[in-house]
């Protein structure tokens, strides 16, 4: 098979895919940004397809940029709450995926288990895309390398730290993509929240072909010192309410603020997933200041959307 022959395939986790296929995401997306900016809004390489988009949690950005993506291509998106599904009843995620399958062309699912991911995708016979679980958040870490390639003109050799809850989904998928990317990654969290071995020991596997150097550290400051992005994700997330005092007391001292960008380049810019919380893991300064670019993350959903859906399905 091609490397470019990506139909058919699932998007659970980007350490599933080799440098070549996320760069031909990259290069795709960018493509159809610019045919969009040069007045191309509709493609339709999705005309009469559906897509259902299955939301266990709350989402602005993942749900918006994938139906106005699945819209851009001619396509038709289905918002399907949890709750209003029979799998909100107790109907098993087997016989949800077989029942989808006879209806649409691809299933995009936002939940709390990875597992419940897995299981709809071994028994779905259409391709199953990762719309954020518990363990990653594909589709935003692809966003994002787009947004640091525009910025940059390259990926590989650029260092990033990453400073925060050492285990958050985004942070894992940010790990993956720049372990295959060649991007280097400085992880700066409290001892208890560093990231799981076994994230560490895939990421180390993947990085032995790019060359990423991937280290993990205690010191926000060591961590941000000289990088080119420094990012961040909410210190709790969504499902963890009831760890959140806890998580709250050991993330404090991982605050990004402008002494703490002061470390970094002065080129460097700031990342966040978004939603973010102010005063919190990212002050007012820094979000809206001139280094951040929470926006054009924010707008290369959209793009990297298209890409994803329109060379999978
Ligand atoms: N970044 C992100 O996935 O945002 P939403 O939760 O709003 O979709
Ligand atoms: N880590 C966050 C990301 C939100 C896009 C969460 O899971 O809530």
Request: hydrophobic share 40%; aromatic share 8%.
């Amino acid at each position: 098979m091609s490397i470019y022959d990506l139909k058919g395939r699932d998007m659970l986790c980007l350490c599933n895919f080799s440098a070549e296929e996320l760069w031909h995401f990259i290069r795709h997306a960018l493509e159809l940004k610019r045919r969009y900016y040069a007045g191309e809004r509709v493609i339709p390489v999705l005309a009469g397809a559906s897509v259902a988009l299955i939301f266990q949690k709350p989402s602005t950005r993942t749900r918006v940029s994938l139906e106005v993506a699945i819209n851009q291509l001619g396509g038709h998106p289905m918002y399907l709450g949890w709750r209003d599904l029979q799998l909100g009843r107790g109907e098993t995620i087997h016989d949800t995926a077989k029942v989808l399958s006879r209806y649409v062309d691809g299933i995009v699912a936002r939940v709390f288990d990875h597992g419940d991911l897995e299981e709809l995708a071994e028994h779905s016979d259409v391709p199953v895309i990762n719309a954020l679980s518990d363990f990653t958040h594909p589709t935003q870490a692809l966003a994002d390398m787009i947004t640091i390639y525009e910025k940059f003109g390259r990926l590989r050799g650029l260092t990033m730290a990453f400073v925060g809850d050492g285990r958050d989904n985004v942070l894992n998928s940010l790990l993956f993509a720049s372990a295959i990317l060649g991007v280097n990654m400085r992880v700066a969290s409290p001892r208890e929240l560093q990231p799981e071995k076994s994230v560490m020991d895939r990421v180390e596997e993947l990085a032995l072909e790019s060359g990423a150097e991937i280290t993990v550290m205690e010191d926000p400051v060591e961590a941000v010192k000289g990088v080119d992005v420094v990012y961040t994700d909410v210190w709790v997330s969504m499902g963890q309410e009831d760890v959140a005092e806890k998580k709250m007391e050991l993330l404090r001292p991982y605050q990004v603020n402008r002494e703490l960008m002061s470390y970094a380049k002065e080129t460097a810019i700031f990342m966040h997933c978004l939603p973010a919380k102010r005063g919190e893991e990212v002050t007012d300064d820094v979000i809206d200041g001139t280094q951040s670019t929470v926006w054009d993350q924010a707008e290369n959903r959209l793009h990297a959307n298209k890409a994803i859906l329109s060379l999978l399905l």
